[in-house]
């Protein structure tokens, strides 16, 4: 079973698509960008928007709703 996780941006509503896809042992991220959505701007450096990057796929990892579906998707042989 496929489950799909939204982080709730306004970029996802826009563009259509799921922060993150849950389908059996993977967890697929995508449209994730350097993007400080403290700031709401795009910082200059490639490194802060690596770390901007990061920081927000790890939010999405965390997410309540990623965690439920990891926990609850039927895994490879079962």
Request: proline content about 4%.
């Amino acid at each position: 079973m496929r489950k799909l996780i939204s982080t709730g941006s306004l970029f996802e509503k826009t563009a259509g698509y799921s922060r993150a896809v849950v389908q059996g042992d993977w967890c697929f991220v995508s449209g994730t960008t350097g993007y400080d959505y403290a700031t709401m701007t795009m910082p200059e450096t490639v490194e802060a928007q690596t770390r901007n990057c990061l920081a927000t796929i790890a939010k999405a990892l965390q997410d309540p709703s990623m965690l439920q579906a990891l926990a609850s998707t039927p895994k490879a042989g079962e």
